[in-house]
Every structure is written in C-alpha cells, then in structure tokens.
C-alpha cells in the first residue's frame, strides 16, 4: 500500500432533481488496501442564481454494483506498471455499492459552478470499496457533475 499513485476522473455526469446518484466508485484491489488522498466534485451550474443545494457524500461500502467503467491511472509516468484497483461511474439506475455503508462526510454543496473537496486521507481495506454519492433535491436545474479521485496503492 502507499506505492503506486493513481487517479481516477469522471467524465460529466448528468444530475436531476430529486436524484441519488453513485458519481465515482473505486474499489481497492484483493491484495491491498488503498489510501485516497484526493477528492474532488465540481458541478458546472449554469442554473439560476438561486439554485438549489445538493448533498454530497463520501461513502465506503463492502460489496461494489454496477457502473459505467471508469479508467483508473497511473499517475507517475515512470512507472510501467498498471493499476491494479478497478473504478466505476454514472451508477445512475444500474445497481450501486451495496453492503456494510460508512458515510465518511456529508456536506450540502451549490449546485450552480459549487464544488467540495475532501482534505486528508482514508485508507481503504482491501476489496473495500470508497465512492462519492450526490443526492439532489426536488427543484434542481439538470447540471452537470464531474469527480476527480486521487491516492496509492
């Protein structure tokens, strides 16, 4: 653990009112934990000034769902090496994480050009698995939200 650095972005997700979304899921590999030490969600706005605030969580879960798959990166360029964690996005109405759920933080967020980062780390167990869950509510201007999760494996 604490090795490899990577880093998993999300493509613009579509958000609309009264929605429970799973935006990004990374589940550590069943060799080794990892240590998430950056993540970051942006909405693009683009609603009224008086946009609605949407809550966003960061979450752990036993058991991943399904999603969309999403590239988890390398991101030291000197090292050949592939990721071995696996990511997903845009859970939307496929199925999310399941399981044993921790809420880590839970912040309320402007969802006109808002967005939250986590400050520290997290380490996660091995074939654990750590994802941002957005719940919006009633009245909310379809946005688009995109994530950004970063740490070692």
């Not at 609309?16 to 693009?44: H, Q, R, W, Y």
């Not at 390398?74 to 090496?81: E, G, K, M, T, Y």
Request: aromatic share 6%; charged share 15%; no cysteine.
């Amino acid at each position: 653990m604490a090795g490899r650095k990577i880093v998993v972005n999300t493509g613009p997700v579509s958000l609309a009112a009264s929605t429970t979304l799973v935006l990004v899921a990374i589940k550590a590999p069943a060799t080794n934990g990892l240590v998430v030490t950056a993540m970051e969600v942006a909405f693009e706005g683009g609603g009224a000034s008086t946009e609605k605030a949407v809550r966003v969580e960061y979450v752990t879960w036993t058991t991943d769902g399904t999603g969309t798959v999403s590239n988890v990166l390398n991101a030291n360029r000197q090292d050949d090496n592939l990721p071995t964690a696996t990511a997903q996005q845009n859970y939307g109405a496929l199925t999310p994480p399941t399981g044993t759920e921790r809420i880590l933080r839970s912040m309320f967020v402007d969802a006109n050009k808002g967005n939250d980062s986590f400050p520290g780390a997290i380490v996660i167990m091995r074939n654990e698995v750590f994802g941002i869950r957005i719940i919006s509510v009633a009245g909310l201007t379809t946005t688009n939200v995109t994530a950004f999760v970063g740490g070692d494996e």
